[in-house]
């Protein structure tokens, strides 16, 4: 079993920025990686950004290329987000998850591969 502590979430201003953290402690698993995603009400979840824990290869969504930043701390089993230059509409949930056999791309944005989700820290963005 694999839990998940994220922190970081809360209200910023159009502009700003917020990293978000997410740690991880459990059993260790292989071929796997983390990734983030966000929520908005009335919305369907949506695939943010992640990153292969083995070989450090990353993934954004097109809407939040050039803003935001994956990075990762072995030594601590945490995974950061990193966002700047924040707008209204990134106003969401964002859930932190480690992807079972996350070792690509496809498997890491696809919100039903399987994987052990956070409980979510919420973002808001005002204007």
């Known amino acids: 079993q694999v839990q998940l502590v994220e922190s970081g979430g809360g209200l910023v201003q159009a502009g700003g920025s917020l990293r978000l953290s997410c740690a991880a402690s459990g059993r260790t698993l292989s071929n796997y990686g983390v990734a983030w995603f966000r929520q908005a009400p009335g919305k369907e979840r949506e695939f943010v950004g992640g990153?292969?824990?083995?070989?450090?290869?990353?993934d954004y969504a097109d809407s939040v290329k050039g803003r935001v930043t994956i990075s990762r701390d072995n030594a601590k089993n945490t995974m950061y987000l990193e966002m700047n230059s924040l707008k209204p509409e990134d106003t969401a949930v964002y859930y932190c998850?480690?992807?079972?056999?996350?070792?690509?791309?496809?498997?890491?944005?696809?919100?039903?591969?399987?994987?052990?989700w956070g409980q979510g820290t919420q973002v808001t963005v005002s204007s």
């Open positions: 998850k480690v992807v079972i056999r996350g070792s690509s791309r496809g498997v890491l944005a696809d919100t039903n591969a399987v994987g052990y």
């Open positions: 990153i292969t824990w083995i070989g450090g290869i990353t």
